[in-house]
């Protein structure tokens, strides 16, 4: 029988009950410990080795950039080939030395006026006339610069990073 002032039974069933909630946090929590223990780690990836695809592929020669564009690439008379690449395999790039000056030459079948791929904000531009090749564009920001025109249905640009000099790239320009 219960004391009705004291609660007793009341108070035996509660303290029960806590006793038998903490032995089973205590039992639960012990078999997590040991399964834990036990468990084989997880093996550590290595770094992924997954790149984005290099837009930027070299060749060996010119004829072998061409077979890949499909756009023939002449090289200006006086230009020395320091490097070929085509840019998405859509448009080709030649680096050469003219006269001293590290160029860029792109070319690519295309309606855009610039294909250069430079985005400098230009401190100067300036349209000319080229023999042979019609209206250029000119542009210099410092010691650099480009020059684009269209021509037939190609685009070309040169790109020079340092000693732009836009006498001597007009003289690329017409001699390409």
């Known amino acids: 029988m ?4 004291t609660g007793t039974s009341s108070n035996k069933k509660n303290t029960a009950y806590i006793a038998a909630l903490v ?4 039992v639960v929590a012990t078999i997590g410990f040991f399964v ?11 770094e992924s080795t997954a790149e984005l695809a290099n837009p930027i592929v070299d060749y060996d020669s010119i004829t072998e950039m061409e077979e890949v ?14 490097l070929i690449q085509t840019v998405q395999e859509s448009i080709n790039q030649v680096t050469v030395d003219y006269q001293g000056i590290e160029a860029m030459l792109r070319k690519t079948i295309s309606a855009s006026p610039d294909i250069s791929g430079a985005i400098q904000q230009w401190e ?23 020059i684009v025109w269209n021509y037939e ?7 020079v990073a340092e000693g732009f000099d836009a006498e001597v790239v007009i003289g690329l320009v017409a001699n390409w």
């Open 2 to 5: 219960t004391d009705s002032t």
């Open 36 to 46: 834990w223990q036990s468990a084989e780690p997880l093996p550590i990836e290595e």
């Open 124 to 146: 100067s531009t300036e349209t000319r006339t080229v023999d042979g090749v019609g209206e250029v564009t000119i542009s210099q920001l410092d010691d650099q610069g480009i």
């Open 69 to 82: 564009t499909g756009i023939p690439m002449e090289i200006p008379a006086g230009a020395t080939i320091l």
């Open 153 to 159: 249905e190609f685009a070309y640009s040169i790109y």
């Open 23 to 26: 032995t089973l946090i205590v």
